[in-house]
């Protein structure tokens, strides 16, 4: 059994943040809410093909670029004051109804937590604010600091200099299976949040799984 971390590492969207809010602002550019997803993945998608050839470009760039192609594939247009409302949605998101609780129970266990976003560093600290979230993270890390998205490795370096400790006494915890496999490749252990899905069978297995967060904080207070 692995031995319990230093450090968690909390994914911030979609693992603390659920993106389904959007769904109304999407609407309101006459697209339907049911692409609220794809639009997402394909973000990640671009993201990671920038992020494999060592390019960037930040999130919410991705995601606008993301979104014109989706109105012009629908024969919709929107004004860029519109889109941007939108965009601005990823910093007004609630947070999971478990997110508070996980969290509390880990720094409880005297784990000390660290939020790593693809997405910028304002937008990021504005979502923990606003949800009451920013007081249980001990640091923000973005991936502008490195220029590089996730699941690039040097992302994952820059959270355990920024921890000040080695990748290894870090557990990063996620719903998306390629940010725990990218985690895992960089040293850190890993945790997957399932919501109803299994982990990819093509990945190593993650250190610790639950259903919700609070499954996975009582599963990590459970390593030795």
Do not use: C
């Amino acid at each position: 059994m692995p031995q319990r971390p230093d450090v968690v590492v909390f994914d911030v969207i979609e693992t603390l943040f659920p993106i389904e809010p959007l769904a109304p602002r999407l609407e309101a550019l006459g697209l339907p809410g049911a692409l609220l997803q794809g639009w997402f993945a394909a973000s990640l998608r671009d993201s990671f093909a920038l992020a494999a050839i060592g390019d960037f470009r930040p999130l919410r760039a991705v995601m606008g670029a993301n979104l014109d192609d989706l109105l012009a594939r629908h024969g919709r247009s929107a004004p860029e004051a519109q889109k941007a409302q939108l965009l601005d949605g990823m910093g007004q998101l609630p947070a999971h109804a478990d997110a508070a609780e996980a969290m509390d129970l880990l720094r409880g266990g005297g784990l000390r937590l660290i939020a790593l976003s693809n997405g910028a560093a304002e937008a990021t600290e504005k979502l923990l604010h606003g949800a009451g979230l920013r007081e249980r993270v001990a640091e923000v890390v973005s991936v502008e600091e490195v220029r590089l998205s996730k699941p690039r490795r040097e992302v994952y370096a820059r959270a355990a200099t920024r921890a000040g400790v080695p990748a290894g006494r870090m557990l990063l915890v996620a719903s998306h299976p390629w940010d725990v496999n990218g985690a895992r490749a960089a040293g850190l252990l890993g945790g997957f949040v399932a919501r109803g899905r299994p982990f990819p069978a093509m990945l190593p297995a993650p250190e610790v799984e639950g259903a919700t967060l609070v499954d996975v904080a009582r599963a990590i207070l459970a390593l030795a």
